[in-house]
Nanobody, 127 residues
Framework: QVQLVETGGGLVQAGGSLRLSCAAS????????VGWFRQSPGKEREFVAA????????MYGDSVKGRFTISRANARNTVYLQMNSLKPEDTAVYYC????????????????????WGQGTQVTVSS
């Protein structure tokens, strides 16, 4: 079992930046790939970014490429999402999710590949 807690959301003007954190507790965090997803009212949950358990490979959704950066600090049991050049359309609840990939070293963009989810943090970008 892994418990995930997202922090760092808030209100920011368009063009601004935020850094989200996903803190994990429970089993060995370095075994887990982690993804960030977002969901706004009336829309499906959307893939944002993901990182392998060791941090050597990352993946991004098309809408955030070049603006968002995912990273992790396994010694701190934390994954980060640095969000720059924010746009109003980035407004959503952001969730982190984890899946045990110690034997595969994979990373995924599909929500159904992840076993553990945080409660989400709201990001609002004003125009």
């Amino acid at each position: 079992q892994v418990q995930l807690v997202e922090t760092g959301g808030g209100l920011v003007q368009a063009g601004g930046s935020l850094r989200l954190s996903c803190a994990a507790s429970g089993r060995t965090f370095s075994y887990y790939a982690v993804g960030w997803f977002r969901q706004s009212p009336g829309k499906e949950r959307e893939f944002v970014a993901a990182i392998t358990s060791g941090g050597g490979r990352t993946m991004y959704g098309d809408s955030v490429k070049g603006r968002f950066t995912i990273s992790r600090a396994n010694a701190r049991n934390t994954v980060y999402l640095q969000m720059n050049s924010l746009k109003p359309e980035d407004t959503a609840v952001y969730y982190c999710a984890a899946v045990d990939t110690v034997y595969s070293g994979s990373v995924y963009s599909q929500t159904d590949r992840y076993d553990y989810w945080g409660q989400g943090t709201q990001v609002t970008v004003s125009s």
